[in-house]
């Protein structure tokens, strides 16, 4: 069973930055394709970013694209969300997700098709 452990949320002014980190343990993470998704309160999940197995392949959703980058580390069983010019808009709990297919084109961004979770970080921006 993978387990999946969100590190390095706080609170941030706005503009400022933070490297989130999710550990995984439990299997091996170049087995999965990875997702960051988030969460604010009263809103639906969302979509962030998604790395192949590899990380040759990245997507990010509109919202945070040219600010956000995923990236991951199989070797330390790692992966990490950089999140720079932060708006209050990016307030939220953010979850990293494993998908055992490792390379998805199509659906990276739903939610339903990760099958491991994390139990999530908060991202507090003060505007």
């Known amino acids: 069973q993978v387990q999946l452990v969100e590190s390095g949320g706080g609170l941030v002014q706005a503009g400022g930055s933070l490297r989130l980190s999710c550990a995984a343990s439990?299997?091996?993470?170049?087995?999965?394709?990875m997702g960051w998704f988030r969460q604010a309160p009263g809103k639906e999940r969302e979509f962030v970013a998604y790395?192949?197995?590899?990380?040759?392949?990245?997507y990010y959703s509109d919202s945070v694209k040219g600010r956000f980058t995923i990236s991951r580390d199989n070797a330390a069983n790692e992966v990490h969300l950089q999140a720079n010019s932060l708006k209050a808009a990016d307030t939220a709990a953010y979850y990293c997700?494993?998908?055992?297919?490792?390379?998805?084109?199509?659906?990276?961004?739903?939610?339903?098709?990760?099958?491991?979770w994390g139990q999530g970080t908060q991202v507090t921006v003060s505007s």
């Open positions: 997700a494993a998908d055992l297919r490792r390379y998805n084109s199509h659906t990276y961004d739903s939610g339903s098709e990760y099958d491991y």
């Open positions: 439990g299997g091996t993470l170049s087995n999965f394709a």
């Open positions: 790395a192949s197995w590899s990380g040759s392949t990245t």
